[in-house]
Nanobody, 122 residues
Framework: QVQLVESGGGLVQAGDPLRLPCVAS????????MGWFRQAPGKEREFVAS????????LYDDSVKGRFTISQDSTKNTVYLQMTDPKTEDTAVYYC???????????????WGQGTQVTVSS
């Protein structure tokens, strides 16, 4: 099992950029794919963004498309979520996830981080 540790959360004003890193504690295997989910208070966990099938193809939820960017640095076993134009509705606990395949189905992920709180104020 790969341990995933997110950081970078906090309180930001709407429109101020924020970057969330997620570090994998061990070397990941070929095909290992990482993504981001979030859970707002009183809501179900939802997909945000991910890579697909261990490659560089990305997938985004429509709610963040054009505002968030997922990227990765394989030399550092790190994936990032760049929140360029956060809105108040983006307030949630953000979770990093890893597994085979990636995509929006959380059943495709075997490893989860502990989450990092992001609060966007107006």
């Amino acid at each position: 099992q790969v341990q995933l540790v997110e950081s970078g959360g906090g309180l930001v004003q709407a429109g101020d950029p924020l970057r969330l890193p997620c570090v994998a504690s061990s070397r990941t295997f070929s095909g290992y794919t990482m993504g981001w989910f979030r859970q707002a208070p009183g809501k179900e966990r939802e997909f945000v963004a991910s890579f697909l099938y261990g490659g560089d193809t990305t997938l985004y939820d429509d709610s963040v498309k054009g505002r968030f960017t997922i990227s990765q640095d394989s030399t550092k076993n790190t994936v990032y979520l760049q929140m360029t134009d956060p809105k108040t509705e983006d307030t949630a606990v953000y979770y990093c996830a890893g597994g085979l395949g990636g995509g929006s189905d959380d059943n495709m992920y075997s490893d989860w981080g502990q989450g990092t709180q992001v609060t966007v104020s107006s």
